[in-house]
């Protein structure tokens, strides 16, 4: 048994010396050499803060790398006050481990927390949110006494990411969120909970421009994409949903000083069994102008688990316009579907299955 071992361990070593990436003039910063120990036991968070620390300290491209291992980590929080570098690559191949007690990732509603980031991009790795204890405590007592429990992954007021071939599984809330961002590239990602997982939206994204989402998989308890105040040029392809409650936008008009969304283009989605297909939503709140425009959803198919497939669920005060449906069919398991409108505008072309209410 010895012997093969040893010699795959001869191959992983030549194969990390010679890996070009590695080996190219980048600076790269090891967790490993940071003290991180991928035991799936020991506590990471501080040798993946120091190499990020270390990253942020040069101004010339540097590579963060995690070797394949099991890293559990706490809060994490990689702030870029203080980092000199707009372009650091953090190149994961392995699993990054939520603690097993909920309770120890607190309030702040975030595990690991990008804020204020400039030019960081994420190749590959797992995150494992650990999530099942705290839904089950959601799902026993109608979440009374349960926390809120941590977005997975989370950037804040950040410009030019790149997620690139992660897989999210098991977020104790939701998986990602890009919350006050400019230029975000999310692809090839594969994001996964039960279908009964309370609150583990797939993908949340709010005060945001220029988000795209391609070529992933997402399926889970919640939204497969939400999308709240003040997204604008959000681009969706080649997703596939379900389980999960679709691609849904709002609920919006909540509050009185609230952004709109603009400009959202939803094309090639398939949907298996979500809860929903597509879905707008704006709150009937005393105030003006449309909440909602300029929305496409271009060659969308699937199944909706309910009969109600589209629901544009818009206000008088708040209403959705200048949306698009173009080649739609999504069916009620094996059954005709339905689509519901109230005050949202728009037009239909090629087949659109519901019939469109627009
Ligand atoms: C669509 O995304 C899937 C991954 O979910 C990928 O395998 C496939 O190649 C993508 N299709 C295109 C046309 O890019
Ligand atoms: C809408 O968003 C897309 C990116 O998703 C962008 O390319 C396009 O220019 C935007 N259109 C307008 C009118 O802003
Ligand atoms: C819509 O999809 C269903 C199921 O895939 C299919 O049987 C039906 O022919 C499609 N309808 C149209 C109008 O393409």
Redesign the pocket.
């Known amino acids: 048994m010895a012997a093969p071992k040893l010699i795959q361990i001869l191959i992983l070593t030549l194969f990390y010396y010679s890996s070009p990436s590695l080996a190219s003039q980048q600076p790269t910063y090891n967790v490993v050499s940071f003290g991180a120990k991928p035991d799936g036991r020991s506590d990471t968070t501080k040798a993946f803060l120091s190499a990020w620390g270390a990253a942020c300290a040069t101004t010339a491209p540097a590579t963060i790398y995690v070797p394949p291992g099991r890293y559990v980590l706490g809060n994490a929080y990689f702030t870029g006050k203080s980092c000199k570098n707009t372009a650091i690559t953090i190149r994961i191949d392995g699993t990054l481990v939520a603690p097993s007690d909920y309770n120890a990732l607190g309030r702040s509603g975030s595990w690991l927390e990008f804020e204020r980031v400039a030019g960081v991009s994420i190749y590959g790795g797992t995150l494992d949110g650990r999530g099942a204890k705290l839904w089950s405590c959601k799902n026993s007592n109608s979440g009374r006494s349960c926390p809120k429990g941590a977005t997975s992954l989370a950037f804040y007021n950040s410009n030019n990411i790149i997620i690139n071939g992660l897989t999210s599984l098991n977020s104790q809330m939701f998986h990602i969120l890009v919350d006050g961002c400019q230029n975000a590239k999310l692809m090839n990602m594969r994001i996964s909970a039960p279908g009964n997982s309370p609150n583990t939206d797939g993908i949340h994204v709010q005060q945001s421009t220029g988000v795209t989402i391609m070529n992933s998989h997402i399926g889970t308890g919640d939204d497969c994409v939400s999308i709240g105040p003040g997204a604008s040029n959000l681009w969706i392809e080649n997703l596939s949903c379900g389980p999960g409650h679709g691609i849904s936008i709002g609920s919006l008009g909540w509050d009185m000083q609230e952004a709109g969304v603009q400009n959202v283009t939803v094309k090639t989605a398939t949907f298996t069994g979500t809860e929903n297909g597509v879905r707008m939503k704006t709150w009937a709140r005393p105030s003006n102008g449309v909440k909602i425009s300029y929305v496409t959803y271009q060659d969308i198919?699937g199944t909706s688990a309910t009969q109600v497939a589209v629901n544009f669920d818009c206000s008088k005060a708040y209403p959705c316009s200048g949306i698009t449906l173009d080649e739609v069919?999504l069916?009620y398991g094996?059954k005709p579907a339905t689509a519901s409108c109230a005050n949202a505008g728009g037009t239909a072309d090629g087949?659109v299955?519901p019939t469109s209410c627009l």
């Open positions: 198919h069919n069916t094996d087949v299955e």
